[in-house]
């Protein structure tokens, strides 16, 4: 039976690269895993956050595209992103944090059983840090600015918002094999309900949250916003076998595309927002010394020969 284990990474939209990499390594103290290009777009850089040992599913990952206008909120788009962390001692140290670095964030509150709290980055992506008690090793980064007992653990949970539930409901349950654990308000909307799919892995990491707002414009995509959520899939065979699976339930998709550090899966749910699957491995240490993810341009081979042209089109992150 094919499962998915929980949130691989999520991919979000920066028009601001340099201050994006201050505000997610400086500011929330992870670790930058690996500095390269779009791949479909080498004029872009994509940067990817995540723990120490740059583990699938604390991946926090950003298209940088520097004429990008803001992101028009609305339905049809991934609207909030969870950062797991350990504790409720986590959260107070965080609210000082935040606040000392003059990030605006809410009161810690209670969403769906855990304890939670929202801010937004320095252009309005959507964050929040969510208590989840760790249920397998962590991976602190010894170089980050945030003590080893509060640093981010990973993603989860992920809410998306749409118009109508069923249709992506069937995909989420009936294609995806996720399981529906529970609903609750929308501590956005009174009177609207949040519903919240499990994968197979444990907690917040394994958590889709859906809610459903028809009232809601239909999102404009920019900056500030997010492009995609990716889904753990552990082995490149189990893959493969989605792929097929994918094709005998009607579901179009973009084929097997091999990222090099990974292997991916695209495609839309039916209320429109992009979903990937992709593979644990090999990771991102498969170019580059664990010990230095991150400090040099990496291109994976088939753009290596590019590389000159590549860097020219960049500009420093420093």
Known sequence: ML????????????????ENLRFYT?????????????QDDVSAYHLFYADGLAS???????????????????????????????????LAWWA??????GVAHSDVTE????????????????????????????????????????????????TMAIARLEPTAWVLTQV???????????????????????????????????????DLPFVRPGAGGVHHVAFRVPTFEEHHAWEGHLS?????????????????????????????LATDGPGFAVDEPLETLGERLALPPFLEPQRSRIEAGLKPLA
């Open 3 to 18: 499962q998915l284990t929980g949130f691989h990474h999520l991919t979000a939209v920066t028009a601001q690269a340099r």
């Open 26 to 38: 400086d500011t929330l103290g992870m670790r930058l895993v690996k500095r390269t290009v779009n």
């Open 56 to 90: 699938p599913g604390s991946d926090l990952t950003f298209f940088d595209w520097a004429h990008t206008a803001r992101e028009g909120r609305g339905r049809q788009s991934i609207t909030r992103t969870g950062l797991r962390v350990d504790s409720a001692a986590s």
């Open 96 to 101: 000082s944090r935040l606040a000392d670095h």
């Open 111 to 158: 969403r769906n059983g855990r304890a939670v709290l929202d801010f937004e980055d320095f252009e309005g992506q959507r964050l929040s840090l969510a208590v989840d008690a760790p249920t397998a090793p962590v991976h602190p980064w010894p170089r980050s600015p945030v003590p080893a007992e509060h640093q981010i653990r990973g993603l989860g949970p992920v």
């Open 176 to 214: 995806l094999g996720m399981r529906p654990a529970g609903s609750y308000p929308d501590p956005d909307s009174p009177g609207h309900t949040v519903h919240v799919y499990a994968m197979a892995g444990q907690g917040a990491a394994a958590e889709l949250h859906v809610a459903v707002r028809p």
């Open 248 to 276: 005998s339930q009607g579901v179009r998709h973009s084929g097997l595309i091999d990222r090099f550090y990974f292997r991916s899966l695209y495609f839309r749910e039916p209320n429109g927002v992009l979903f990937e």
